[in-house]
Nanobody, 124 residues
């Protein structure tokens, strides 16, 4: 079974930075667009960012635009989410996901593979 494995979460103060990483346990995702979603306590999972499989285009939710940066390194099959100027409202479990095709993909139902999530907690 293919798994996406996230890492890099943690507890930080507001204004700090974190970098999340996501890599598959098996197979390559070189022809998959990749995305990051998050789910805060008591809320539905929401789109955060996505990157096309070529890595040429990126798209962000308005709430993170200008603070988060998604990138990918196809030779190592790793996707990153650089999160700067973190706010308490960024506290959530962050999931990476893979969707076949160039992208962009914004909806959860477009993604075939999901990670288990990594917790990000931002205190004020």
């Amino acid at each position: 079974q293919v798994q996406l494995v996230e890492s890099g979460g943690g507890s930080v103060q507001a204004g700090s930075s974190l970098r999340l990483s996501c890599a598959p346990s098996r197979r390559t995702f070189n022809r998959y667009a990749m995305g990051w979603f998050r789910q805060a306590p008591g809320k539905e999972r929401e789109f955060v960012a996505t990157i096309t499989w070529t890595g040429e285009s990126t798209y962000y939710a308005d709430s993170v635009k200008g603070r988060f940066t998604i990138s990918r390194d196809n030779p190592t099959n790793t996707v990153y989410l650089q999160m700067d100027s973190l706010k308490p409202e960024d506290t959530a479990v962050y999931f990476c996901a893979a969707a076949y095709g160039l992208g962009p993909h914004y909806g959860e139902d477009e993604y075939e593979y999901w990670g288990q999530g990594t917790q990000v907690t931002v205190s004020s």
